[in-house]
């Protein structure tokens, strides 16, 4: 797929999850539970459409100008649009199209709904995926924008390098974080205790960072 940036653009949009919808193999990002966007996969895992919403007369105007776009596939084809992954579809319409989408389907609730969705973005989003509260950390807004804002790549991981709870929760297993792996907590965990804890305060911390995540 052409567009590789897609699904750190779309995480980046607050109030944004994601999860795999296994019997029609769709990577689907959602505002508040509803889909506005949709990764088509193949057998082989790979895009073969990208699903989103528009207005019917922009999205009908778009299918007469690029042959790339057509009627939403497996959806209503008034209101949804795919577009091939390997397409000629500019990048910068495609962001224009996804932001339209998001909007779409934001819009779509009331706005006491709207606030309720954002608000608890914006908390969310200081919780990293591995359960710590970046809020409560010193370096937070100054030195580090967060785990999620930064999508792993923290101040104290290698240069360039995401976080390896982030690259194994996030990147490798594409789970929402760690609260929905079985496993944690982990090895990895284990493996990147903070130096400045004792075993004693490292086990209370593990306690408390997998509280925070089934809660959660």
């Known amino acids: 797929m052409r567009y590789t940036w897609i699904d750190e653009y779309l995480l980046r949009k ?8 296994k019997d029609w193999n769709w990577i689907r990002y959602q505002i508040g539970g509803k889909m506005f966007v949709a990764v088509c996969l193949g057998e082989n895992d790979e895009p073969y459409y990208i699903t989103l919403k528009l207005e019917p007369s922009e999205g009908d105007f778009l299918r007469q100008q690029y042959e790339d776009i057509i009627p939403g596939y497996y959806m209503n084809k008034m209101h949804w649009n795919s577009i091939k992954p390997d ?12 932001d339209k989408s998001y ?11 709207q606030r309720e969705i954002l608000e608890e973005s914006s908390v969310a989003n200081a919780i990293s995926c591995c359960g710590t509260d970046c809020s409560q950390c010193g370096c937070f ?27 194994c929760s996030i990147n490798r297993k594409k789970l929402n974080g760690c609260g929905a792996c079985e496993n944690i907590p982990c090895d990895i965990w284990r493996n990147t205790k ?16 997998v509280a925070r ?3 959660g």
């Open 14 to 21: 607050a109030g944004v999850t994601k999860d795999l919808q």
């Open 87 to 98: 397409g000629e579809v500019p990048d910068d319409l495609l962001r224009d199209l996804l």
């Open 103 to 113: 909007q779409l389907v934001l819009g779509g609730f009331s706005k006491k709904k």
């Open 141 to 167: 807004g100054s030195m580090c924008k967060g785990c999620n804002a930064s999508f792993g790549k923290v101040f104290h991981a290698p240069e360039g390098q995401a976080c390896p709870i982030y690259e």
């Open 194 to 209: 903070d130096p400045s804890f004792s075993e004693e305060e490292f086990a209370q911390n593990i306690q408390e960072r």
């Open 213 to 215: 995540l089934r809660k």
